[in-house]
């Protein structure tokens, strides 16, 4: 039995060859179908954001153009007065951190049996509350005694007497004798309501500017 291949053209597997092809190009053909959705995709993107860019200068020049014209109607004294309120609505804010309350109980606890609180004016200044206090003593070292009260609670600085002269006591209308005066004097302080009790001042006296 002859077991020779006698033909010329020898056999091959040509469809696994074809199969391996097909694959190839399917892969081929989606790898460019998926570049080219990107493709197609970044350039949409890019076309849009270059639209909204347009769109945002346009806008900003026209707002500088607003404001170029804004500018030059506004009046300066409107601006001064504008300001003004400001300053006057910032002192109502810090007004209303202003503890009466506490102010009168540290002159409850200050205030010496001989001398008489007759007004207080607070006064909002950048570095805090400036009081101006006027007070009835039986004589000057009653007054010092206050001051000196105050000062020691550390809340109470730059003590100073204003004004200060004798008068007849209430419910005289004409002093007699020396006994029947007394002292009236207007203290001005800076008030620091945050600060507690600080340690004890020196004596104070009653000073003039």
């Given at each position: ?11 091959y597997?040509e469809r ?24 197609l ?27 170029a ?5 506004v009046?300066?004294r ?39 609180i ?16 006027s ?8 007054a ?26 209430e ?12 002292l009236?004097?207007t ?16 004596r104070v ?5």
């Open positions: 039995m002859i077991r020779t291949n006698l033909s010329t053209r020898p056999f597997n696994s060859v074809q199969l391996i092809l097909l694959a190839i190009a399917v892969v081929v053909v989606a790898f460019t179908a998926f570049n080219a959705s990107r493709v995709r970044y350039s949409r993107s890019d076309t849009r954001l270059a639209t909204q860019a347009s769109r945002d200068e346009a806008r900003a020049a026209d707002l500088r153009t607003q404001a014209r804004l500018r030059a109607t009046d300066p409107q601006i001064d007065f504008a300001s003004a309120d400001a300053r006057e609505a910032n002192d109502l804010i810090e007004r209303r951190t202003f503890s009466w309350t506490d102010l009168f109980n540290r002159f409850e606890t200050t205030l010496p049996d001989d001398v008489r007759t007004a207080v004016r607070p006064k909002v200044e950048k570095e805090g509350f400036v009081l101006t206090i007070v009835v003593a039986r004589s000057v070292d009653n010092n005694e206050f001051m000196e009260n105050l000062e020691q609670t550390g809340a109470f600085r730059d003590l100073l007497s204003v004004e200060d002269r004798m008068v007849c006591r419910g005289l209308a004409q002093c007699e004798n020396p006994q029947d005066q007394q009236s004097s203290l001005q302080a800076l008030y620091l309501p945050e600060v507690g009790h600080a340690a004890g001042a020196g006296g009653i000073r003039r500017r």
